[in-house]
């Protein structure tokens, strides 16, 4: 019998129109002879069942249901595509977790931690990981422009700690530069992060399970043409993806180990890609996104693709994953 699968999507951060190209490709992709899929809109004014019409159905709460023409359905797992919140910090995941349905990304604290860049960077530190130096402010701090200076150095990157897809990230060259850019994290979230610059080569490397056991997929080297893997570098064609990536077999192998080993750490489940930079000839852990982009053109499915396993394949796996 054919499972029915609700596309979750849109969110409520500034990712959502990522999450509904995403959302919409994991809906087209999904095999009809298996799954009647249900793409479903997820905004702080609304949560609706979308139809081939564009005809909206309210979610009922209550049990994650919908009506259509005095037809009640339910929904036998839910294929998480939100990036950002509420979908990749915890919220839908303790959500669907606290109704006993499936879903195909990691558990609610996994989610949560790995949302945290400061919280997540903080677990991972005493098993050996290596990151950048780092510096903290919280909405209301006095900003100490020195202090700062004298822990990351310049340039740095100024981050929203809780935030995705490169919004609230800026990249500084002068100290007369470093309000501007605090302003403009602070517009994301009301935590940052400021960390020093790592220069080296940058990669992202794809975790996911995959028919029950931890599968690292090959390597994607990150080349921007702008001064970093900003937001125009990753959505709007201003970098070069080139996977498999150029590195050395030491250096590969000490990646792959390194992403293998985070994932199990913080006891991952479904998909992740985190990026690196090499430093002296060591991957340095920069962040992990547990939902990532999953369009034909997103790292991870290209990932997948160079491994072997189509985006048919990757989604069904997924799915498959979660039911267990």
Known sequence: ??????????????????????????YQTLDRNKYNPYRVHIFKDKWVYVDEDDMEYPIDKNDFSINVDSFNITFDCVFNAIHGSPGEDGFMQGYFELLGIPHTSCPMYQASVTFNKRDCLSILKPYGIKTAESYYLNLGDTVDESAIIKTVGLPCFVKANKAG????????HKKEDLQNA?????????????????????????????????KVLPITEIVSENDFFDYEAKYLGKSQEITPARLTAEEEIKVTVLAKKVYEILKLKGFSRSEYIFKDGEPHLLEINTVPGLTKESILPQQAQVAGISLAELFDNAIQEALK
């Open 182 to 214: 605090i302003n403009v994290a602070f517009k994301e979230d009301d935590e940052i992060i400021i960390e020093s610059f790592l220069d080296g080569t940058e990669v992202s490397v794809g975790v996911i399970t995959y028919k029950g056991e931890t």
């Open 1 to 26: 019998m054919k499972k029915n699968i609700a596309i979750i999507m849109g969110g409520y951060s500034s990712e959502y129109q990522i999450s509904l190209t995403s959302g919409n490709v994991v």
């Open 165 to 172: 897809s490169s919004f609230g990230v800026t990249k500084v």
